[in-house]
């Protein structure tokens, strides 16, 4: 069962530190500790070894699936983002708008998840 409230207060301090490029370095681990934490509870849900690569991640509850597959786009997506070499530019803005629409998807999941 996925602890829904964890993820959405995680989603949040996401976006507090969203407000521009200047923040890339908060955003990049505060964006990693949500993915990692939805991740291992599907893993453990679905009684998958952690060591299962993230962009391949499947959860055995089928109300769980979209959420899973929606992790593995924003773990590609943020890819860019978490590359700690990368110009803080426009490039990192778009990123930033693509990865941020996902994220407003995901809330929209896991908000429905909860009232499961």
Known sequence: MLN????LRRLQ???EVASGPHSAYLLRTRLNRLLLSLQRQIAKDS?????VP??????SDADVQPIAELCNEIVTESAYLSRRSE???ERWES???RLSAQLERLEV???ASRTR
């Open 87 to 89: 110009a803080l530019d």
């Open 13 to 15: 301090q996401v976006r």
């Open 109 to 111: 999941m896991l908000e």
């Open 54 to 59: 993230v962009v391949d991640l499947v959860a």
């Open 47 to 51: 009684t998958i070894p952690n060591a």
């Open 95 to 97: 990123s930033w708008a």
């Open 4 to 7: 829904t409230e964890v993820a």
